[in-house]
C-alpha cells in the first residue's frame, strides 16, 4: 500500500470532525482554554477515529467494490489485508485510549471506545446493511466526542455538553440522508437501504425537514436554559433559518444537485454552531 493510500485508510475528514467536535465539548466547560490540552485532545480524538475508520473500510469492502463513489478504495481493491487493517485499527483504538487516559482521564477514553463501538459494531456491522434507521442510531457516535471533550475539563459540567450531543445525534441524520439522496442508486446496487432506496427521494427530503426543524430546536436549547448567552442564541437561529431554507427547496425539489447543496450546507452550519460555542464562551 502507499502512503496516499494509508491516509485515505485514516478518513481524515471525518477525523478532523471529531477532533472538532470534542475541542467545541472542551470550550463549552473550560474557563480558560489550554493548547497543550486542546492538542493532545485533538491527536486522541483522531486516532479514535482513524481507527474507526479503518475498520469501516475493512469490513464494508465488499460492498464498497459495487459503488462508484468507494470502488477505488484501498480495501475494495485488495491493496490491504484485512489482518493489516483489523491490526492497524486495534493500534489506533489503543494509542487513542492510551492517550486520553494518560493525558486527562478514564472517563475520555470511556466516551472515546463508546464512540467507536457504535460506529464499528452499532452501525456498521449490524445496521448499516438492515435497516434504514442505521444513520440514525449510528449518528450517536458522533455525540461520545462532545461528552469526551467535556470530561477533558470537569467530568461534574453534564447539562451543556448532553444538549451539543443532541444537537450532534440531531445532526446526523439530515447531513448524511441528504448524501443518501446523491448517492441512492449507488446504495441500491449494493443492496443498502438507506432510506432513499427504502421510501425515495421525496418522502426522504420531507423526513431531512421534520429531523431538521427538531435539530434547530435542539440547538436553541444552550440559549432557551441560560447555558449559553445572545451571541450563541442569534447565530444559532440564523444559521438553522438558514439550513431549513435549504430543506425546503430540497422538498420542491429532491434532484441531485439540491441534494447535494443540502449536503454541502449541513456542514458550515454544525460549523457555525462550534464557533457560537466558542464565541459566547471565549469572546
Given at each position: 500500500?502507499?502512503?496516499?493510500?494509508?491516509?485515505?485508510?485514516?478518513?481524515?475528514?471525518?477525523?478532523?470532525?471529531?477532533?472538532?467536535?470534542?475541542?467545541?465539548?472542551?470550550?463549552?466547560?473550560?474557563?480558560?482554554?489550554?493548547?497543550?490540552?486542546?492538542?493532545?485532545?485533538?491527536?486522541?480524538?483522531?486516532?479514535?477515529?482513524?481507527?474507526?475508520?479503518?475498520?469501516n473500510h475493512v469490513w464494508d469492502r465488499d460492498i464498497d467494490r459495487l459503488m462508484r463513489r468507494t470502488g477505488r478504495r484501498p480495501m475494495a481493491t485488495g491493496a490491504g489485508t484485512p489482518a493489516l487493517g483489523f491490526t492497524l485499527a486495534v493500534v489506533l483504538m489503543v494509542a487513542g485510549m492510551a492517550l486520553a487516559h494518560a493525558a486527562f482521564n478514564w472517563v475520555v477514553a470511556l466516551h472515546l471506545f463508546l464512540g467507536g463501538f457504535v460506529y464499528v459494531a452499532i452501525y456498521t456491522v449490524w445496521l448499516k446493511r438492515r435497516h434504514w434507521t442505521n444513520i440514525i442510531i449510528g449518528g450517536a457516535a458522533g455525540s461520545f466526542a462532545v461528552l469526551a471533550g467535556a470530561a477533558a475539563v470537569d467530568q461534574t459540567q453534564w447539562l451543556l455538553p448532553m444538549v451539543l450531543a443532541l444537537v450532534l445525534f440531531l445532526w446526523t441524520p439530515s447531513h448524511f440522508w441528504s448524501l443518501a439522496i446523491l448517492l441512492a442508486e449507488d446504495y441500491r446496487q449494493a443492496g443498502v437501504p438507506m432510506l432513499p432506496v427504502v421510501v425515495g427521494a421525496k418522502r426522504t427530503a420531507w423526513c431531512i425537514l421534520g429531523n431538521s426543524l427538531i435539530l434547530v430546536a435542539a440547538s436553541l436549547l444552550p440559549w432557551w436554559l441560560g447555558l449559553l448567552g445572545d451571541a450563541y442564541g442569534i447565530m444559532a437561529a440564523v444559521s438553522g433559518a438558514v439550513l431549513l431554507g435549504f430543506n425546503l427547496v430540497l422538498v420542491k425539489d429532491t434532484s441531485r444537485r439540491w441534494a447535494g447543496w443540502n449536503f454541502a450546507a449541513s456542514m458550515p452550519y454544525l460549523l457555525l454552531l462550534f464557533i457560537a460555542v466558542f464565541v459566547d464562551k471565549h469572546w
Open positions: 500500500m502507499t502512503f496516499r493510500q494509508y491516509i485515505e485508510l485514516l478518513k481524515p475528514r471525518i477525523a478532523l470532525m471529531i477532533a472538532l467536535t470534542a475541542i467545541t465539548g472542551y470550550a463549552a466547560v473550560a474557563t480558560k482554554v489550554d493548547p497543550v490540552a486542546v492538542l493532545l485532545l485533538t491527536l486522541a480524538m483522531v486516532l479514535g477515529s482513524a481507527a474507526s475508520a479503518v475498520f
